[in-house]
């Protein structure tokens, strides 16, 4: 951590600002990504982040900009074309939700790859640095993207604090919700768009083949930590941040990297931690609880034994 | 409260509920098939039937969880929209993801929450509520504990929890007994009498005809269409019981039993 902190001290400005969007960036998407994987939606938000290639290659070759808003806007307007063939295809064949999601991810995503990879062998202006959201490549970043990325992402956290109520009492039971007269299928396309959003301004950091991982570890580590969906908010928000900040400042020490890897690598290191540790779902807490070979407390064996089945099973 | 005893004597000469040519498909299946009925008093009601019978369906299409096909579900004469806050609905246990990080208190809170206006989070009102309902049930000593950490029993009585803290006048209960042991369910069906004594109107959902003898004032027996509906003495007989159930073999010994114990039933 120490290290860390002393590293981001020595960074130039620009670089600094691009950590603090990318960072909160990756807050948002801890704590967006709580409700996707709650509502289990993590599949969805993946097939949109494959998509996004396709907009974003489309707005360059039809505006000619490489301004990363309009790169973004074709993005998002991809990735929700991508989520509307996926409830389309799911309407109205036969395919199961799953085969449908791999059908639109895979098919957007070569598609992306294709309008990409031919618009470089034509050496059209800007196409170059498409290559970014591949993968993330956050050195590329202005300080006027990141700010745009830090903006989003702060509103999209103000979306989930001011509507928490209603996004829990749906990510928890929709048909209950529905009957009591709240309109449970918007607020979960809401909750889906917000999603879409997220992984666009996840693309930067993490590029479109990983930045599902921004939506899904950060939940998953701050499952293992609480039963609450509060502090869980919380810790996925500060997994999100920490390890999109880690991302950037170890990818710009070492040439030539990309940052979604990193930023991947950083938060599965706090997700095997958390899976080993954590108090109650750890590994070590629960084998040590089990055996009770350590001096562990009744009370605290009690919890343990009593942690059903099934979770041991989703570890 | 002032509402509802306005409602109750404006709309006096309405029943309670009731439903006119109800028909539900999904696809071209049909689930349910012209069901007409209703209810006009406050009881202890039971929608009895096979399984696939579309019993569920028809709490869901009452409630506009699924598109009705045709006909009109009718609460007090009104429209469902104008009578919500007056009605709570207990989905089937298994709808639900156990693993979800709250406490019981949270999910029984919800139910005090739901009647707010957006954004509204609610506060002392709303937690006593809860707690009030938590004890009504007799889960108070459960409020801080996750909820995937308590028995089948325990889960329904955390749902029927949430359903009170609405406090609703038309309780409506998807299979509230399933996976719940004998003494959690006479606990549960104890609740249930209780609310219909304060002149609630409660419907549940059931597949055990023997306790549906034993508890409900009035039963609807369905199987797609509906079969007969009434108070349970008149309804439970072996007729229509054979005609709800006809082919359905692995059952016959359970009609005959809960004949024999409706009979005793007075």
């Known amino acids: ?315 | 409260m002032a509402g509802n005893n306005s409602a109750r004597e404006v709309h006096v000469a309405h029943p309670m509920l009731e439903w006119h040519d109800l028909t539900v498909a999904y696809g071209r299946r049909p689930v349910l098939w012209n069901v007409d009925f209703e209810i006009q008093d406050p009881c202890l009601f039971g929608i009895i039937g096979p399984n696939g019978a579309g019993k569920s369906t028809l709490l869901k299409a009452s409630l506009d969880l699924v598109r009705r096909a045709g006909g009109t579900v009718r609460f007090w004469g009104q429209q469902l929209a104008e009578v919500r806050s007056k009605i709570a609905y207990v989905p089937q246990r298994e709808t639900v993801d156990w693993d979800f990080p709250v406490s019981v208190m949270d999910v029984v809170r919800m139910g005090a929450t739901s009647r707010l206006g957006w954004f509204q989070r609610g506060g002392k009102r709303e937690r006593e509520l809860a707690r009030a309902s938590l004890d009504h049930v007799g889960l108070a000593d459960f409020a801080n504990r996750q909820i995937g950490k308590l028995s089948g029993g325990q889960q329904q009585r955390v749902f029927l929890a949430r359903a009170l803290a609405r406090e609703a006048e038309i309780y409506l209960l998807d299979e509230p007994m399933a996976g719940v042991d004998a003494g959690s369910q006479e606990q549960i069906f104890n609740i249930l009498a209780e609310l219909r004594d304060q002149g609630k109107l409660v419907i549940a959902v059931h597949h055990d005809i023997r306790t549906a003898a034993e508890w409900f004032d009035a039963v609807a027996l369905v199987d797609m269409r509906l079969v007969a509906a009434g108070p349970t003495a008149e309804v439970l007989t072996p007729e229509n019981l054979t005609m709800t159930y006809s082919g359905r073999l692995s059952i016959l010994d359970e009609i005959g039993e809960a004949v024999e114990r409706g009979g005793r039933t007075p």
């Not at chain 1, 941040?241 to 990193?262: F, N």
């Open chain 1, 1 to 315: 951590m120490i290290h860390l902190a002393v590293a981001i001290a020595f960074l130039p400005y620009n670089t600094l600002v691009v950590a603090a969007g990318v960072a909160a960036v990756g807050c948002a998407a801890g704590v967006i990504g709580t409700f996707g994987v709650l509502r289990k939606r993590a599949l969805v938000g993946d097939a949109a982040a494959h998509a996004t290639l396709v907009g974003v290659a489309c707005a360059l070759l039809l505006t000619g900009q490489r301004d990363l808003a309009v790169l973004l806007v074709g993005g998002l307007l991809s990735a929700m074309v991508a989520i509307v063939l996926l409830v389309l295809i799911r309407k109205f064949t036969r395919t199961r939700d799953d085969a449908a999601t791999a059908i639109v991810l895979s098919v957007s995503f070569g598609l992306g790859i294709t309008l990409i990879s031919g618009m470089v062998s034509r050496g059209i202006p800007g196409s170059g640095g498409l290559e970014r959201f591949l993968l993330g490549h956050t050195a590329s970043l202005t300080a006027t993207d990141a700010l745009l990325l830090g903006t989003v992402s702060v509103v999209g956290v103000l979306c989930i604090v001011v509507g928490l109520k209603e996004a829990t009492m749906v990510a928890f039971d929709p048909d209950f919700a529905a009957a009591a007269g709240w309109p449970a299928a918007t607020l979960d396309l809401v909750l889906i768009a917000l999603i879409a959003v997220m992984v666009v301004v996840g693309l930067p950091a993490a590029g479109a083949v990983l930045v599902t991982a921004l939506v899904v570890i950060p939940p998953a580590v701050a499952r293992q930590w609480t039963e609450r969906l509060v502090p869980m908010l919380v810790i996925a928000g500060a997994v999100g941040l920490l390890s999109a900040l880690g991302g950037v400042v170890l990818s710009s020490l070492a040439v030539q990297v990309p940052t979604g890897p990193v930023v991947v690598l950083v938060a599965t290191a706090f997700l095997i931690l958390s899976i080993l540790v954590a108090p109650c779902r750890g590994i070590l807490w629960r084998t040590r609880s089990v055996s009770g070979l350590s001096s562990v407390s009744l009370t605290k064996t009690e919890v343990g034994a009593a942690t059903p089945r099934v979770m041991e099973r989703k570890l």
